[in-house]
């Protein structure tokens, strides 16, 4: 029996018999479905769960679920639960057909099976199932349909809605006062206005109906040009741009007027246009105009910013005082651009004042482009807008940042000036204290030659520590009363030089030093050894200031002080100038430290480190040169000392070198010192003047030079400061090797506590050294006798 064309689709099969499986596998395929297999209910539900066929052929008897179980699972799914099953069993039971059907099954085929029969019922039930989905996918499109069509409609109503109140603005609009309305034609005549533009112009309507207004008799003959150029622009695009022109009013008064329009429709001639009065406009824009020339005009700085602290406004007072030109910071964060980090908490009072009072004004500390900090007295408003609600603040800041310094100046030159007359009467009375006790030890010293040591010994402490009390009064002194000395011609740089020379020597190795002096350095008149005692004085602070090493700088060079830096500062003059400056990279100070550091007896040293007298005696002796001195100083960043000296015109002789010392005798010299440039200065020099000379970089070296030429070296020259081998042990061992050999010992700096533990030291060279003294010394130790066992007893003092 025929059984019509299968209907494509893909049939699962699930039985537990591989014949039964086979034979409707091939059935099936043979009648053109897709076939899956599955053996037992779990894996039918999986493969129906992956990919849902479009019919199940499922047995009722497996092992595990049975068909029955199978069904139900597949029904409570939903991804399963639509595709149609149909039972395979060898039981005619109607109970179980019952019992299937109520499950969900859309059909049974009885066991054995009739090919016709299964090829038939499949057939029809695949046909089902695809005409259930066909009407499906047809609903849905009818569905969308529908909602299109129901979306449209409404589109429609809110289209239709929005003309209506497109029209009703427009006729609001042209009924209102609020903008001149017209309509005209393309040859300027003009058919219909509202009222608001017969005001504008100053017309009746019964001018209007009367003809009488145009576009030509309206328009000043100068705005004719713009007149044809929104015609053109009419007919190429059929609207022209609003632009700015003028019209004549009745009265013959111009008026500015902003005018713009379009065609009312594709004849190209009727044309609808709008005009609004700028006469307001204008005076307030001149209004504006006049107030931003004087803000303009003005030399305080006046910003506006929002409440995000964003700069809206920026005058020309402004661009002067912070040197930020306007369109580099409008929209810039203001506190980003005029305060560091670390001074924002200063904001804090201000913010809260503004807030309470909506005023506020004080002094605030800024910075400008460069980094440079400058003081404002700064005034703050907050402004509203006309709901009453705060929209910005406006700030008006006076620069007073010289004024603030001069204040500074002036009362630290107060303070010094107290100072200076109390410690002067101090000094003066300390000085008629300690002249009878010095007087009165020096005499009884003298009244009783054969008193006991004791005695003679406390005598000696008396003067000794009255000595110091008049040296530390006469320091006082130099701070109260200036620096009293010879006056001479001086070449400040020779001073540099020397400084330099002996930084170099003594100063750790973990400061590098760096000195830059003008070429043609002008010349000062002063005292060259109090001037030296400036320098000194302030290379060693740097010194102390750099613990853990860093980099001194000193330079010196030629300035001008005009009348703007001596109006900046009190001490100054205006004339020609040496500038010193004496810069480190150590610890820096604080302000309130910078501000004290020229007290006597002020200082940030450790008790016993430092008398607090140095950097006051530093003063004393600048300000008696009719000099002056700045410091700068952050903490963290180094210190800057600049000593300003009035300059001279004046010319020097060229320093004479003493005359050199008697040649040697071709005596052996061992030299000893780690430096390669000191070693061949000295072998140059001394063979120069007739000496045998011998080099060793270090101790060893020198030891096995000794060996070797035992005998015949008369003195070791000996640096007290070298590696692996210092100088002391180097000197004794020399000793045992040759008791004869006379030392000569070599520093920059070495301590009391080691020279007292060297033995058979004959003399003593002090870093940096001049060859003549050098020669001077050595000629003195030859000249020793030698006495063997003789341990020299060294005055540290005369070192």
């Given at each position: 029996m025929a059984t019509g064309t299968a209907e494509e689709g893909v049939i699962l099969i699930v039985d537990d018999t591989p014949t039964n499986l086979d034979v409707l596998l091939d059935l099936l395929e043979a009648a053109g479905f897709k076939v899956v297999v599955a053996e037992d209910g779990e894996r039918a539900i999986a493969l129906a769960e992956y990919a849902p066929p479009d019919l199940i052929l499922l047995d009722i008897l497996m092992p595990g679920i049975d068909g029955f179980e199978t069904c139900r699972r597949l029904k409570?799914?939903?991804?399963?639960?639509?595709?149609?099953?149909?039972?395979?069993?060898?039981?005619?039971d109607n109970d179980d057909k019952v019992k299937g059907l109520n499950l969900g099954a859309v059909d049974y085929i009885t066991k054995p099976l009739n090919h016709e029969e299964v090829l038939a019922r499949v057939n029809t039930h695949v046909r089902l199932q695809n005409l259930a989905k066909r009407l499906t996918e047809q609903n849905e499109r009818l569905e969308k349909e529908i909602q299109q069509r129901q979306q449209l409609e409404a589109e429609r109503e809110q289209a239709f809605k929005a003309l209506q109140r497109s029209e009703a603005r427009f006729r609001h609009l042209i009924e209102s006062n609020v903008i001149g309305v017209i309509f005209s034609m393309a040859d300027g005549r003009i058919t219909d206005a509202n009222d608001a533009f017969l005001q504008i112009i100053g017309y009746s309507r019964a001018d209007l109906q009367a003809g009488k207004i145009n576009w030509q008799t309206l328009t000043p003959p100068e705005y004719d040009y713009l007149n044809q150029a929104a015609i053109a622009e009419l007919a190429s695009s059929g609207a022209f741009s609003a632009f700015e022109k003028e019209y004549f009013r009745k009265d013959g008064h111009r008026i500015p007027v902003m005018i713009g329009g379009a065609l009312l429709d594709e004849s190209e001639e009727a044309i609808v246009s709008f005009v609004l009065d700028l006469t307001q406009y204008k005076q307030a824009e001149?209004?504006?105009?006049?107030?931003a020339?004087?803000?303009n005009i003005t030399t305080d700085a006046i910003l506006v910013r929002d409440l995000n602290n964003k700069i809206k406004y920026w005058n020309k007072g402004a661009e002067q005082v912070y040197e930020w030109k306007a369109e580099e910071v409008i929209n810039q964060d203001a506190n980003r651009l005029l305060y560091r980090l670390d001074s924002l908490d200063q904001l804090e009072t201000a913010q809260r004042g503004l807030m309470e009072c909506g005023t506020w004004q004080g002094e605030l500390h800024q910075v400008n482009k460069q980094g440079k900090e400058i003081i404002v007295a700064s005034r703050w408003t907050l402004m509203r807008d006309a709901q009453g609600q705060p929209k910005s603040v406006l700030t008006?800041?006076?620069?007073?940042?010289?004024?603030?310094q001069l204040e500074s100046q002036f009362l630290r030159t107060q303070r010094l000036e107290s100072l200076g007359t109390l410690a002067g009467g101090i000094a003066h009375d300390l000085n008629n204290i300690l002249t009878p006790i010095l007087s009165t030890a020096q005499l009884l010293q003298l009244k009783f030659p054969n008193a006991d040591e004791q005695s003679k010994h406390l005598l000696k402490i008396v003067e000794t520590n009255t000595k110091r009390g008049a040296a530390l009064v006469k320091q006082v002194l130099q701070f109260a009363r200036g620096v009293e000395g010879k006056r001479t011609i001086v070449q400040v740089k020779h001073l540099v030089h020397e400084i330099e020379q002996i930084a170099e020597k003594t100063f750790p190795k973990s400061i590098e030093l760096s000195t830059n002096?003008?070429?043609?350095?002008?010349?000062?008149?002063?005292?060259?050894?109090?001037?030296?005692?400036?320098?000194m004085n302030l290379v060693v602070n740097a010194r102390d200031a750099m613990p853990?090493?860093?980099?001194?700088?000193?330079?010196?060079?030629?300035?001008?002080?005009?009348?703007?830096y001596a109006r900046m500062n009190l001490d100054a003059s205006v004339g020609s100038y040496i500038g010193l400056s004496v810069k480190d990279t150590g610890t820096g100070m604080s302000t309130e430290i910078v501000d004290r550091i020229f007290e006597p007896f002020f200082t940030t040293k450790e008790i016993g480190k430092g008398t607090g007298l140095g950097l006051s005696t530093v003063r004393g002796i600048v300000k008696s040169h009719g000099g002056f001195i700045e410091v700068l100083s952050k903490v963290g960043e180094g210190t800057e000392f600049k000593v300003f000296l009035p300059a001279v015109e004046a010319s020097v002789s060229p320093r004479?070198?003493?005359?050199?010392?008697?040649?040697?005798?071709a005596e052996w010299i061992l030299v000893v010192d780690d430096e390669t440039a000191v070693l061949e200065t000295i072998k140059v020099s001394l063979e120069a003047y007739n000496y045998h000379v011998l080099t060793a970089n270090d101790g060893i070296e020198a030891i096995a030079l000794c060996a070797q030429y035992k005998h015949r070296i008369a003195v070791a020259l000996v640096d007290m400061m070298m590696p692996s081998m210092d100088g002391i042990t180097t000197i004794q061992t020399l000793l045992k090797i040759d008791p004869q050999i006379k030392a000569i010992a070599i520093s920059g700096f070495v301590s009391n506590g080691k020279l007292r533990e060297a033995s058979g030291i004959k003399g003593f060279v002090v870093k940096p050294y001049t060859i003549q003294e050098l020669l001077q010394t050595l000629q003195a130790v030859l000249e020793q006798p030698v006495q063997p066992g003789f341990q020299p007893n060294i005055n540290i003092n005369s070192l």
């Open positions: 409570s799914k939903p991804a399963t639960q639509e595709i149609p099953i149909i039972f395979l069993t060898a039981v005619s001149d209004k504006i105009r006049e107030q020339a004087l803000l008006v800041n006076t620069d007073i940042t010289e004024k603030k002096v003008e070429p043609e350095l002008w010349l000062v008149s002063g005292d060259a050894t109090h001037l030296h005692q400036v320098l853990h090493g860093g980099t001194l700088t000193i330079s010196a060079k030629n300035l001008f002080i005009d009348e703007h004479v070198e003493p005359a050199a010392s008697s040649n040697g005798n």
